[in-house]
Every structure is written in C-alpha cells, then in structure tokens.
C-alpha cells in the first residue's frame, strides 16, 4: 500500500502560481510512477501529468504543458506539481496518484490521494 497526501491548494489570482506537494508513505515511492490529475466541478476527472518513477520521462496534458511542471524528491518521498501563469480554467480539485508505469489513463493507477483544491481568480 502507498498512502498519499496532497498539499498546497489554495486560491490565487490568475497569472499567479502554486506548488502542490504529494506525501507518500508505505512502499518505496521510487518504485511507482506519479501522476496528477485534477477534476473539475460537473467534469470528469481528466490527466495533468506523469513521471516515471526514477524522474525521468515527463509527459502533460495539452493544457498544462508550458506552464506546469511535475518533479519528485524520492529522498524525501514527495511529488510536485509546479503551477505556474494559472488560469481560471484551471480550477479544480488536484490529485495525485502512484502506478506501475505513468500513464495518462486514471484507471492505470493504483493509489489516490484525497485531492487539495485550486481556485483560480480572474
């Protein structure tokens, strides 16, 4: 079991910038891939990004890409999500979530988070 929490939500005019952090516990995190996604009120859940495991290999939604930026400390057992120029489109509850291989799928993954909101103002 892979246990993780998602921190650093909040509300932030549109151009500002947020970090989210997601705190895993149980098995070794390196040994998972990472992803964020985020879902939207009356939307459905949709994929933001994905690191493999080792840090390599980085992928981003159309929508993110430029502006977002995934990371991970595995020697501190923590992924980012580096939320820069934000938009109001980009409001929604984010959360990560730990797989076998990063994936855009959300069913690919086998560990969720409980989600931290992001409200962005215009």
């Known amino acids: 079991q892979v246990q993780l929490v998602e921190s650093g939500g909040g509300l932030v005019q549109a151009g500002g910038s947020l970090r989210l952090s997601c705190a895993a516990s149980?098995?070794?995190?390196?040994?998972?891939?990472m992803g964020w996604f985020r879902q939207a009120p009356g939307k459905e859940r949709e994929f933001v990004a994905s690191?493999?495991?080792?840090?390599?290999?980085?992928y981003y939604a159309d929508s993110v890409k430029g502006r977002f930026t995934i990371s991970r400390d595995n020697a501190r057992n923590t992924g980012y999500l580096q939320m820069n120029r934000l938009k109001p489109e980009d409001t929604a509850v984010y959360y990560c979530?730990?797989?076998?291989?990063?994936?855009?799928?959300?069913?690919?993954?086998?560990?969720w988070g409980q989600g931290t909101q992001v409200t962005v103002s215009s």
């Open positions: 979530a730990a797989g076998p291989t990063a994936q855009v799928i959300l069913n690919k993954y086998d560990y």
């Open positions: 690191m493999r495991g080792t840090g390599s290999f980085t």
């Open positions: 149980g098995r070794t995190f390196s040994n998972y891939a």
